[in-house]
């Protein structure tokens, strides 16, 4: 196996990551639909140590209580969908398949300018990180769509 082919599967090996966290994600929502979201909410803020009295705690118990059976639904499909699409670039990456990488390359480059604003908006180590991983990843599809020719 080439060098290029190990980068190109490391990129995959991180596509199918996602559409894993993803896929559970989405069963997470299958599952609680129609359960009080509100209680659950809950259970877990205090779960983790955290008042359930405070700001952040309380709108969000409040948010996800909110949240109506159709909502929970849709926002199910459209993540089981996002989690097929990731299967499907993590497959096409893995054998190296082009139209995989120009999806790598393109669906990378779409996040940069969100992530950026992300990261000078609420700086913190998570944003940063997060740039600088989908920033490597869309500079090296690109050097692997388009190879350096060197003249000898």
Same mark, same amino acid.
């Given at each position: 196996?080439?060098?290029?082919?190990?980068?190109?599967?490391?990129?995959?090996?991180?596509?199918?990551?996602?559409?894993? $966290?993803? $896929?559970?994600?989405?069963?997470?929502?299958?599952?609680?639909?129609?359960?009080?979201?509100?209680?659950?909410?809950?259970?877990?803020?205090?779960?983790?140590? $955290?008042?359930?009295?405070?700001?952040?705690?309380?709108?969000?118990?409040?948010?996800?209580?909110?949240?109506?059976?159709?909502?929970?639904?849709?926002?199910?499909?459209?993540?089981?969908?996002?989690?097929?699409?990731?299967?499907?670039?993590?497959?096409?990456?893995?054998?190296?398949?082009?139209?995989?990488?120009?999806?790598?390359?393109?669906?990378?480059?779409?996040?940069?300018?969100?992530?950026?604003?992300?990261?000078?908006?609420?700086?913190?180590?998570?944003?940063?990180?997060?740039?600088?991983?989908?920033?490597?990843?869309?500079?090296?599809?690109?050097?692997? $769509?388009?190879?350096?020719?060197?003249?000898?």
């Amino acid at each position: 196996m080439k060098h290029l082919d190990k980068g190109v599967r490391a990129v995959a090996l991180l596509e199918a990551s996602k559409g894993v $966290l993803a $896929l559970v994600v989405a069963i997470g929502l299958h599952v609680y639909a129609g359960q009080n979201l509100a209680l659950l909410a809950e259970q877990l803020v205090t779960h983790l140590h $955290l008042n359930p009295a405070n700001r952040y705690p309380s709108i969000f118990i409040s948010a996800i209580g909110s949240l109506p059976q159709s909502s929970l639904t849709l926002m199910s499909l459209g993540v089981a969908v996002y989690t097929l699409m990731r299967f499907v670039e993590a497959y096409g990456l893995w054998h190296n398949m082009r139209w995989t990488q120009w999806f790598a390359l393109l669906s990378g480059a779409i996040y940069l300018p969100f992530e950026l604003y992300e990261m000078v908006s609420h700086f913190n180590l998570l944003s940063v990180i997060v740039l600088t991983i989908n920033l490597v990843i869309v500079v090296y599809m690109y050097l692997v $769509l388009f190879p350096r020719r060197t003249s000898l």
